[in-house]
C-alpha cells in the first residue's frame, strides 16, 4: 500500500484499536464511534483490532471491512513489573511489528491509552493518528509515565471530559479537546413511582477496587434498620481475570453484615437494559475520579435518577438537587445519606428522572458525540 493517500481531503484506509471486546462502558462507546466513522467515511476500508475475540465483535462487523485479532500490549498498573522485568522486549517487538501500520492507513484511531504499543508508536506517527483518551492516571510511576507518553504524543488527544483532558496537562496547542460521551437508547417511558415496598439499586461496571462497590455496601449497612430492608441492590459485573478476591471480598462483607436479602451479585450480561428497566436508582459510587460516568448518563436516558460521588466526569453530568445527588468521594455516610433521602421521596425522584432524561437529550446523546467526534477527526487529518 501507498503511505497516507486522502481522497477529496477523506481517509481511504482507517484502522481502529481497541483494548478488549466485551460489552463494558469503554466497549460500548469504542462501537459507537466505529459507528459514526462509518457513517462519515462510507467508502473508506475501516478495519478493527482487538486484542481477543469477544461478543463486541458482532456489533461491530456491520461497521467494518475487517476484524483483526491481535497480539496488544495492554498497560495496567498489575502489570508494571512485568513491563520493568519480563515485558520489555514483548513490548519492544510489538511496536516494532506495529509499525507497519503507520503506512498501511491513513488514519489510527486509537481507544483509550492502555494499548501502549500503539500508543508509543504514536510518539512518531504523522498527524493521521487520534487517541480517545478515557482515563485518568494517578500519581504513581506508572501513571506519571503514562502521562508523560500522552503528553508527547503526535496524535489529537480527544478526551471524555474535562477532567480527563486536565489531568494530562500541559497538552501541546491544538492537540487536545474535550468530547463527551453519548449513549443511545429507545425512548424512555417517564411515570410516577408508585407506592411499593421495594426500593431498587443498580450499580453497573467491571468489578475493581476503585469502582466503590464495597464503599456502596459500607453505605447500605449504615441504614436505618426499617429502611435498609425495603432495598434491592443488583451488583452488575465481573472482576478482571487475577483480581476475582476482588469479587470475594464483596461476598464476604454481604455474608457478614446480614445482607444476603438485599443484595444480588449478578455476572456481566449484554443486556443491561432489563436491568435499568427493574431499578429505581443508579449509583456510581467510584472511589477515584471516574474519567467520565457513562452509567450515569445511561441511568438518564433510561429516565432514571442517579447519585454519584462528586469527582471527576460526573461533575460534568450530574446537577446536584436537579437531575440526581453528589455525594462526598469514599464517605459512606454521606452516601447512604442520599440513598435514604431519594428511598422515601418518590415525587423528587420523579423530578429527577424528567431533568435527567432532558439534559440527556440536550448534550448526551449518540448522534451529538459521533458528529463531534467526526468533525473533531476531519479538521484534525486536514490542518
Request: with cysteine; glycine share 6%; net charge neutral.
Amino acid at each position: 500500500m501507498e503511505p497516507f493517500k486522502l481522497s477529496n481531503g477523506n481517509p481511504t484506509r482507517i484502522l481502529a484499536i481497541h483494548q478488549g471486546a466485551e460489552l463494558y462502558g469503554s466497549d460500548r462507546s469504542f462501537a459507537q464511534c466505529v459507528q459514526g466513522i462509518r457513517k462519515a467515511f462510507p467508502d473508506a476500508q475501516l478495519d478493527v483490532k482487538l486484542g481477543h475475540n469477544g461478543p463486541l465483535e458482532e456489533f461491530l462487523r456491520p461497521h467494518s471491512d475487517k476484524i483483526i485479532i491481535d497480539d496488544l500490549w495492554i498497560a495496567r498498573k498489575s502489570r508494571l513489573f512485568r513491563l520493568v522485568l519480563l515485558g520489555g522486549p514483548h513490548l519492544l517487538w510489538n511496536v516494532i511489528r506495529h509499525a507497519r501500520d503507520i503506512w498501511n492507513y491513513d488514519l489510527i484511531y486509537i481507544n483509550t491509552i492502555v494499548v501502549l504499543d500503539y500508543v508509543i508508536l504514536s510518539l512518531v506517527m504523522p498527524k493521521s493518528s487520534v487517541i480517545h483518551v478515557r482515563e485518568i492516571p494517578d500519581d504513581s510511576a506508572f501513571g506519571k509515565l503514562m502521562k508523560f507518553i500522552v503528553r508527547s504524543s503526535k496524535s489529537l488527544l480527544i478526551c471524555n471530559s474535562r477532567a480527563t483532558l486536565e489531568a494530562y496537562q500541559p497538552v501541546k496547542a491544538g492537540h487536545g479537546l474535550v468530547i463527551h460521551n453519548g449513549v443511545n437508547v429507545e425512548r424512555a417511558t417517564m411515570k410516577k413511582r408508585e407506592k411499593q415496598d421495594s426500593f431498587n439499586i443498580v450499580v453497573l461496571g467491571r468489578i475493581s477496587s476503585w469502582k466503590g462497590q464495597d464503599l456502596l455496601l459500607h453505605a447500605i449497612a449504615q441504614m436505618p434498620e426499617k429502611l435498609k430492608q425495603r432495598v434491592k441492590l443488583k451488583i452488575i459485573g465481573s472482576a478482571f481475570e487475577g483480581n476475582e478476591h476482588l469479587e470475594r471480598e464483596l461476598h464476604d462483607f454481604v455474608a457478614a453484615n446480614a445482607l444476603e436479602t438485599i443484595v444480588e451479585f449478578v455476572p456481566f450480561t449484554q443486556n443491561v437494559s432489563a436491568f435499568y428497566g427493574w431499578a429505581d436508582l443508579v449509583v456510581n459510587p467510584s472511589r477515584k475520579a471516574e474519567p467520565f460516568g457513562r452509567v450515569i448518563v445511561e441511568a438518564m436516558a433510561n429516565a432514571l435518577p442517579v447519585v454519584a460521588a462528586a469527582h471527576g466526569g460526573p461533575l460534568e453530568i450530574v446537577e446536584n438537587d436537579k437531575t440526581g445527588l453528589l455525594f462526598t468521594p469514599n464517605d459512606a455516610s454521606s452516601l447512604a445519606d442520599s440513598l435514604a433521602r431519594l428511598a422515601q421521596d418518590a415525587d423528587l425522584c420523579t423530578e429527577f428522572r424528567e431533568n435527567g432524561y432532558k439534559k440527556y437529550i440536550e448534550d448526551f446523546t449518540e448522534e451529538k458525540m459521533q458528529t463531534k467526534l467526526v468533525d473533531a477527526i476531519k479538521t484534525w487529518i486536514k490542518h
